[in-house]
Each structure stands twice: as structure tokens, then as C-alpha cells.
């Protein structure tokens, strides 16, 4: 108990320091580009997402100066999750921290990284509809009747599965190294050659995450997703070598 707690305190410590640093930057960069809307005539700031009507007209989409938060957030959690295992665990295994209860501490330290930061970006979200007006020119996966525990609800189950399937990347990535990469590179040319990812588009990607709502029974089929992505983490550090360097 006294090496999960250890492991806990450390882990939560380097938390709360980066989040507070990326928070007052994009803080920073929200309040400036409110200002610049404010005052430019309501000129459109932020992430711009082309695609069709109905007609196959092309069309732009435009997505909320908070909404605009999500892509370096999901920046965050990936380097977040990358960093704790090459550099925090073999800190924590030099000072007597069991690999199972490591990862018990990684596992809250995700959960800890979504309740944070979901909690911060549904407020700022739900403050778009009295900053920048009608929410009618701009498309997302809220509106102006969500209330800031559903917005919550929704980032944390979706942050939560982002974290945990980076954590199952960086902990296979941490085992196996360059491999692991290989074999992924294999089977993404293997795909494409069977015409499977022809449907997936970067662009494609970019407009579900700002648009998709996730109903219960998305839900429910992430939250399962994230339990089985961590238990199959799990045995990649418990066997691992130590390693310093990312590879």
C-alpha cells in the first residue's frame, strides 16, 4: 500500500504542475481569440472543417473557440501517457514501487487527467453559447441545451478512452519497441492493400471527434473498450526491461 501510495503522490504531483501550465496557456490563447471575435466584427477564430451538403456542395464548418480546445488537448493526454511510462517508471521501480502497483497508479492517474481536464473544457464549452452567440453557424457534438454534467460526462468517458488506448500504445511500445511499429506499419500496408481504410480520412477522423454525440450505448461500448485496452497493458510492463529512451 505504501508503494501504490508513493507512486500515487508522484504521478499526481507531475499532473497537476503540466496540467496548470497547458490550462493558463490555453486560457491565454481562449481569452485572446474571444477578444479578437469581440472586436473583429465576429470574424471566425478557430477549426475549420470542410465537406458536403446534401446537394455535394462543398461546404465549411466551423467549430467554437473552446471546441477548438479538444485537438491540443488530446495532444496532451498522448505525450502525458507516453511520458509516464519512459520516464516515470523506471524513477518509481528505482525506488521500490511494485510494476503492478505502478500501473494501478498510472490507472489513476488517467482517470485523474480526464476528471481534470473534462471538467475545465465543459465549462469553457459551455461558456461558447454567451460569448460567441447562437451556436446555430458552428457544428459540434453539443448545443446550447447541454448542461455542463452532461459535457462532462461525454469528454470524460471520451478522454478516458483516448488515454487508455495511448497507455496500451506506450506500454506495448515500452516492451517491445521499434517492433512494435513495424508490425503496425505491416498491417496498416496490409489494409490498405484490401482497400479497408479507404473510407478513413484524416479529415474524417477530425470532423467524428467534433461531431459525434456519445449516446449510453457508445457509452458503454468505450467504457468496455478502455477496460479491456488497460487489462491488456498490463502485462506488457509487468514483463518489461527498464528502459530510458524511446524507441
Known amino acids: ?42 470574424s ?22 473552446a471546441g477548438s480546445n479538444l485537438l491540443p488537448i488530446f495532444v496532451f493526454l498522448i505525450v502525458h501517457c507516453y511520458i509516464m511510462y519512459y520516464e516515470h517508471f523506471p524513477v518509481a521501480l528505482n525506488f521500490s514501487v511494485t510494476r503492478s502497483d505502478f500501473y ?63 497507455n496500451f500504445l506506450a506500454a506495448m511500445n515500452y516492451k517491445f519497441g521499434y517492433k512494435l511499429w513495424i508490425v503496425i506499419g505491416a498491417l496498416f500496408v496490409l489494409l490498405s492493400m484490401s482497400s479497408m481504410l479507404d473510407s478513413i480520412t484524416l479529415s474524417g477522423i477530425i470532423d ?4 459525434t454525440k456519445i449516446n449510453p450505448d457508445k457509452a ?11 487489462l491488456g497493458g498490463y502485462p506488457a510492463i509487468y514483463f518489461a526491461e527498464i528502459k530510458s529512451r524511446l524507441v
Open 208 to 211: 467524428s471527434i467534433f461531431t
Open 44 to 65: 471566425f477564430i478557430g477549426i475549420t472543417i470542410s465537406g458536403f451538403t446534401s446537394s455535394t456542395e462543398p461546404i465549411n464548418w466551423f467549430v467554437t473557440i
Open 104 to 166: 494501478a497508479s498510472a490507472l489513476i492517474d488517467n482517470i485523474s487527467a480526464a476528471l481534470i481536464f473534462s471538467a475545465v473544457q465543459s465549462i469553457l464549452m459551455k461558456a461558447d453559447a454567451f460569448l460567441m452567440g447562437s451556436m446555430e453557424n458552428y457544428v459540434l457534438f453539443y448545443n446550447n441545451f447541454d448542461n455542463i454534467p452532461a459535457l462532462f460526462i461525454s469528454l470524460f468517458i471520451c478522454f478516458l478512452f483516448i488515454m487508455s488506448f495511448v
Open 220 to 230: 458503454l461500448k468505450l467504457m468496455i473498450a478502455a477496460a479491456a485496452l488497460y
Open 1 to 42: 500500500m505504501n508503494s501504490l501510495k508513493r507512486a500515487v503522490k508522484y504521478q499526481y504531483s507531475d499532473l497537476i504542475k503540466s496540467a496548470v501550465t497547458f490550462w493558463l496557456v490555453i486560457l491565454f490563447l481562449d481569452i485572446v481569440s474571444y477578444l479578437s471575435f469581440k472586436y473583429s466584427g465576429g
